[in-house]
């Protein structure tokens, strides 16, 4: 399925997004605009006339969706795309106090997908499980704990959270395949 795309402008508002409570009406109009998901979905969230965006707002708007998308029964993994710098600070510092990461891409005028990247902050152990999903294209638990041999000591329980994690953060997919959980990019090139 195409990614979803939803401007975070609504036409004749301001660019300037702020406030818990905007972010929380935000989140619903949001949420009222996604169309009903019959398979797993990348949700794009468009910045592309954002001028500014306070961390409240995104918190509440943004980190919210994610947050709530990921946890329905057909999950829908959230993106955001064409952040000017400001914007990208605000975030950068909302996700860095948080110990939270967010995937972030361009999106053009056609709406292809370009320069996917992690942003905020993502532990070492992580930032190296989801490079190897990456350049791999799809992993599992049992994967990671064959290939770590002596150079990690843990077994695939530990695996299987790392991997978890990065999924709750909407940095990977997760399938089943069989009895066993796989993941993948959200965004393939990411």
């Not at 993502?122 to 990456?134: M, N, T």
């Not at 299987?160 to 090139?189: M, Q």
Request: hydrophobic share 40%.
């Amino acid at each position: 399925m195409p990614p979803v795309i939803l401007s975070m402008v609504s036409p004749g508002t301001e660019p300037v997004l702020a406030g818990r409570l905007d972010g929380k009406r935000t989140f619903a109009r949001l949420l009222e605009m996604l169309p009903a998901l019959q398979e797993p979905t990348v949700v794009i969230l468009d910045f592309r006339s954002v001028s500014l965006a306070t961390s409240s707002y995104l918190s509440e708007a943004v980190l919210a969706l994610r947050d709530h998308l990921r946890l329905r029964r057909v999950p829908a993994y959230t993106v955001i795309a064409n952040l000017n710098e400001k914007v990208r600070d605000e975030f950068d510092e909302l996700l860095g106090r948080a110990h939270d990461a967010f995937l972030a891409c361009d999106l053009s005028e056609d709406e292809q997908v370009s320069n996917p990247q992690v942003i905020g902050y993502l532990e070492p152990k992580l930032r190296q499980i989801f490079d190897l999903a990456r350049s791999k294209g799809e992993v599992g638990a049992t994967d990671l704990h064959a290939n770590a041999g002596e150079t990690e000591s843990v077994g695939p329980t530990a695996w299987n959270n790392r991997l978890n994690a990065l999924a709750e953060k909407g940095l990977l997919r997760e399938f089943s395949a069989g009895r066993a959980k796989r993941y993948r990019p959200v965004l393939e090139a990411a």
